[in-house]
T-cell receptor, first 110, second 112 residues
Framework: ETGVTQSPTHLIKTRGQQVTLRCSSQ?????VSWYQQALGQGPQFIFQ???????GRGNFPPRFSGLQFPNYSSELNVNALELDDSALYLC?????????FGPGTRLTVL | GQQVMQIPQYQHVQEGEDFTTYCNSS?????IQWYKQRPGGHPVFLIQ?????EVKKQKRLTFQFGEAKKNSSLHITATQTTDVGTYFC????????????FGTGTRLKVLA
């Protein structure tokens, strides 16, 4: 296993609600990326955090936001959920350019 | 925007046959990574290629990075049922960052 954990495993929300997903990185990994993976597709880069600062963003609207904490754990927040936000959300902690993915959170928006 | 495409989308092979997936980027890449994702699982890092024309081997897996650093391939010799999964390439367009654009993936099924 990668040592990266995510919670919760599964989540069901309704349209318009807000959600917070959590990720605990491997010890010593100060960079984390978040990805959205729709069914049957490759992961899409949402954003990356390095030492608590956003370090790049993909083509996702501002209602997708994040935080990284001093212990390098992180959160992904999504406001005003839409049906298309239903996906597997993956975080990846990074060291020496290798990405260690967590098991993901499966989000279903009804 | 930048795109990374993979072909084929699906591949069914008999156990023991070889398998190749190809990855093509619309722009030059700083480096490329390959991942394997088992059904219901998460991507698992396989390898990173950095140099133009680089070739790396891991047992039955051979990875190549094109001379122009816009394409890459993964070849599996004598597939086994444990090779089942989706193989993704992920390209980084910018040196010194960890931002990756994943390809569309190739789903491999191995028939025993």
């Amino acid at each position: 296993e990668t040592g990266v954990t995510q919670s919760p495993t599964h989540l069901i929300k309704t349209r318009g609600q807000q959600v917070t997903l959590r990720c605990s990185s491997q010890s010593g990994h100060n960079t984390v990326s978040w990805y959205q993976q729709a069914l049957g597709q490759g992961p899409q880069f949402i954003f990356q955090y390095y030492r608590e600062e956003e370090n790049g963003r993909g083509n996702f609207p501002p209602r997708f936001s994040g935080l990284q904490f001093p212990n390098y754990s992180s959160e992904l927040n999504v406001n005003a959920l839409e049906l298309d936000d239903s996906a597997l959300y993956l975080c990846a902690s990074i060291k020496y350019n290798e990405q260690f993915f967590g098991p993901g959170t499966r989000l279903t928006v009804l | 925007g930048q795109q990374v495409m993979q072909i084929p989308q699906y591949q069914h092979v008999q156990e023991g046959e070889d398998f190749t997936t190809y990855c093509n980027s619309s722009t030059t890449l700083s480096n490329i990574q390959w991942y394997k994702q088992r059904p219901g699982g998460h991507p698992v890092f396989l390898i990173q290629l950095v140099k133009s024309g680089e070739v790396k081997k891991q047992k039955r897996l051979t990875f190549q990075f094109g001379e122009a650093k816009k394409n890459s391939s993964l070849h599996i010799t004598a597939t086994q049922t444990t090779d089942v999964g989706t193989y993704f390439c992920a390209g980084s367009p910018t040196s010194g960052t960890y931002k990756y654009i994943f390809g569309t993936g190739t789903r491999l099924k191995v028939l025993a």
